[in-house]
């Protein structure tokens, strides 16, 4: 078995753009190496693997969301299993990402369930970097229509600021309800 790349640390080896986050992955193998949507990104150069967290952290778990108003230069997304994200629970900074609907073709359509890859691209989006966020999702066949199914709540996202961010989500859970029958 071969030895992931060490880290590469320069800025701005990502992308050609100067305002492009660092990006950084934990990974614990647990699943299929073929599948593994962190690796494809790490492979492309988009991301490297790191044994623990860096810069803000993107946890489910986090009670915080993700707004566009936060300005961290560094990003590190989980490639655990559900189990093991509770050891992670106490990293501080952490965030977790607002409403959004996966495209993978693991969880297709379900609300939440985001690969890494989708989580990384969905935090440049909100974080104003939607140039990286759509070279992340191009390393996918199904990358560019999971960008295009959330482009409005990815843009709303966007424009909220920590104030405002849960009343932002809360619209967003309502226009995926449907409107509500009236009562009488």
């Avoid at 140039?131 to 709303?156: D, I, S, T, V, Y």
Wanted: aromatic share 6%.
């Amino acid at each position: 078995m071969t030895q992931p790349k060490p880290p590469n640390y320069s800025r701005n080896s990502r992308s050609e753009g100067v305002n492009c986050l660092e990006l950084w992955v934990v990974r614990s193998g647990e699943d299929n190496p073929k599948k593994c949507t962190a690796l494809r990104v790490v492979k492309a150069g988009l991301a490297d693997l790191v044994d623990g967290p860096r810069g803000l952290l993107l946890n489910p778990f986090s009670e915080t969301l993700l707004a566009g108003d936060l300005s961290p230069t560094d990003l590190t997304a989980l490639d655990v299993s559900w189990n093991l994200l509770e050891s992670f629970s106490r990293h501080q900074p952490a965030v977790r990402l607002p409403l959004l609907v996966a495209v993978n073709p693991t969880n297709y359509g379900k609300l939440h369930k985001l690969s890494t890859a989708e989580a990384l691209a969905s935090a440049c989006w909100i974080l104003g970097r939607q140039e990286q966020a759509e070279k992340l999702m191009a390393c996918f066949k199904w990358g560019p229509h999971f960008l295009e199914l959330n482009r409005e709540r990815l843009e709303a996202y966007r424009l909220a600021d920590s104030r405002t961010i849960q009343e932002a989500e809360q619209r967003q859970v309502e226009l995926l309800a449907g409107p509500q029958p009236k009562r009488l």
